[in-house]
């Protein structure tokens, strides 16, 4: 492979682009995991989730600013949007409780549909948004909703030395 | 030898956890390591349960009402499904960071701490943050691997960071945390319904008996009551406390851990920045908040490499190992720094190469703030965005 893009607005000149799935595939195939950036959580609201937006120094030439908080701003609205403390939750709350809890065998949580739709945002996000970039977001959920863990791939080959075949991509799916 | 039968087991990610946690059910339930209070909580309440219903019950339904006996079983149904409901639950398990997660923690707290000078402690590892005005202190768990979370704590009985940690109950062989909560408190409280109940209901019987046929023969033919009576009483005061406690706590949105610790109460320190100062809104939030998951996913398939000859050792994609090869590709030169809580199996591995004098296994103790001569405790400043 002869000169891969390497910033970010090389990529989206990219003709695969688009193609979302299969260039999801072609990052595990064909990149080897750089490094891994961590987005803190932050509790200035107290206990909810809700993640930082602060733009780390490490993604400056991978990512812009503006998609990166545009991503945060929504996963944190999506988390805001499952601990709500409202009518919906009373609701929820009483009817477990009148039906000991039994009735969780039978219907969602509000939470976990609203995680469901995380999972499907994440996965868009890192289909349009970040793979192309050589990016990859990883599911709070399965870091114990502690941080994002954003997964940084080098092209494999277009550093020159030998990299090698490092290729452990232990980040998410 | 011609055919190899190879059965694949799958493997599910509970059996790897970290941890002193028992589990049953392939997974399904979470229990502390110590079972064996918790079965004679399964033990008094069924027993005298039992007892009542054996004993009281049919002259009740009888000469009172037959109200009495259903509501009986409704109650204990009850009792047992919040009971069991706390203890097999996940109390709200954070998971130990992984290689990665951690080797970056480790560079954060060395950018903060700057130059140590050889033969000096290292400062301890804190974060401030602010939560609703206040400046929280953020502790790092040299087990997990991690700064804790506000209101989370490490349970040394079970050896895992709980988030909304209140307490280990050794009555029901679980911590009770953030996610089973409720579910204790309502056990609590309608344990002590139903011991008052069934206290209550045994005074009537012995004396709706007596009036028949005399204090002595009733004893006699129930001899059950006695030892009802007996079990009732003892376990009304330390319940009915315990739920009285606990409403105290849940008014004022405060942990037992908190309360014990002391966070937010006298003159100088820092005040509960979780509570609503509204008793009703303070209830709702530890009441009425959603459910939330359990981010442990124990019934998980782990992933095993195929190709590995040697299938104890597999990469296992999501597994948590402390000497996993994926670190050596990402950029952290940061040693751990071993001491006393850092597991055994860690400590040989780590420390090599380090220059810092890693002299005492104590250095995790804060230096005290009036000594002049100790570093200044670093503090990683969280700025707000």
Redesign the interface.
């Known amino acids: 492979m002869s000169s891969a893009p390497r910033t970010a607005t090389e990529r989206t000149k990219l003709p695969y682009c688009h193609e979302s799935f299969h260039n999801l595939q072609e990052l595990r195939h064909s990149a080897s995991l750089a490094n891994k950036v961590f987005i803190q959580r932050d509790y200035t609201d107290g206990t909810v989730c809700k993640f930082q937006t602060k733009f780390p120094s490490e993604l400056d030439s991978r990512i812009e600013r503006t998609l990166f908080e545009d991503t945060v701003k929504m996963l944190n609205n999506y988390y805001a949007e499952a601990e709500k403390i409202g009518g919906q939750s009373y609701i929820e709350g009483c009817l477990a409780c009148l039906t000991v809890y039994l009735v969780f065998l039978c219907i969602e949580t509000r939470y976990d549909k609203v995680l469901k739709k995380i999972s499907r945002y994440i996965q868009e996000q890192n289909e349009k948004v970040y793979a192309p970039r050589g990016l990859l977001i990883t599911d709070p959920i399965e870091r114990g909703m502690r941080v994002i863990e954003i997964s940084v791939y080098e092209d494999r080959g277009s550093s020159g030395s030998s990299s090698g075949s490092s290729t452990t991509s232990s980040s998410g799916r | 030898m011609s055919a190899v039968m190879i059965t694949r087991k799958v493997t599910r990610k509970w059996e790897k956890l970290p941890g002193k946690n028992t589990f049953c059910c392939d997974g399904r339930v979470m229990m502390g390591r110590q079972k064996g209070v918790f079965y004679l909580t399964l033990f008094l309440i069924v027993g005298t349960c039992s007892l009542f219903f054996a004993f009281e019950c049919p002259y009740l339904a009888v000469h009172l009402s037959p109200a009495i006996p259903v509501f009986a079983v409704l109650l204990f149904?009850?009792v047992m499904?919040?009971l069991l409901?706390t203890s097999f639950s996940d109390p709200g398990v954070?998971?130990r960071?992984?290689p990665?997660?951690a080797n970056?923690?480790e560079m954060e707290i060395e950018a903060a701490n700057g130059n140590v000078m050889a033969g000096q402690r290292p400062p301890p590892r804190i974060k401030n943050?602010?939560?609703?005005n206040q400046i929280?202190k953020?502790k790092y768990c040299y087990t997990c691997k991690?700064f804790r979370?506000?209101?989370a704590s490490h349970c040394s009985i079970c050896d895992n960071c709980v988030d909304?940690f209140d307490h280990h109950c050794p009555w029901v062989g679980n911590c009770v945390g953030k996610r089973n909560y409720r579910?204790f408190y309502?056990f609590t409280l309608s344990l002590s319904l139903l011991t008052i109940y069934i206290f209550a209901f045994n005074i009537v019987h012995v004396v709706l008996r007596s009036v028949d046929s005399g204090f002595v023969n009733t004893i006699k033919e129930t001899p059950g009551t006695v030892l009802e009576v007996l079990v009732c009483f003892f376990t009304l005061w330390s319940v009915v406390g315990l739920t009285g406690f606990h409403t105290y706590l849940i008014s004022l949105n405060q942990t037992t851990n908190e309360d014990i610790k002391g966070s937010w109460s006298g003159k100088n320190r820092v005040q509960n920045?979780?509570s609503h100062k509204s008793i009703i809104k303070n209830c709702?939030?530890v009441?009425?908040?959603?459910?939330?998951?359990s981010?442990l996913?124990r019934r998980g398939v782990m992933l095993e490499d195929l190709s590995s000859p040697t299938p104890s050792d597999a990469?296992a994609?999501?597994t948590h190992q402390s000497s996993?090869?994926?670190s050596?590709?990402?950029?952290s030169s940061a040693p751990l720094i071993p001491n006393e809580h850092t597991p055994d199996e860690a400590k040989p591995g780590i420390g090599s190469g380090t220059q810092k004098s890693t002299s005492s296994p104590k250095e995790e103790k804060p230096p005290s703030p009036t000594s002049p001569n100790a570093v200044a405790p670093a503090v990683i400043k969280?700025?707000?965005?």
Request: with cysteine; charged share 15%.
């Open positions: 149904v009850f499904a919040m409901r954070l998971p960071a992984l990665e997660e970056f923690i943050v602010q939560i609703n929280v953020l991690i979370p506000p209101r909304r579910y309502l920045p979780y709702c939030e009441l009425c908040s959603p459910t939330y998951p981010v996913d990469s994609a999501s996993n090869p994926v050596q590709t990402t950029k969280e700025s707000s965005h």
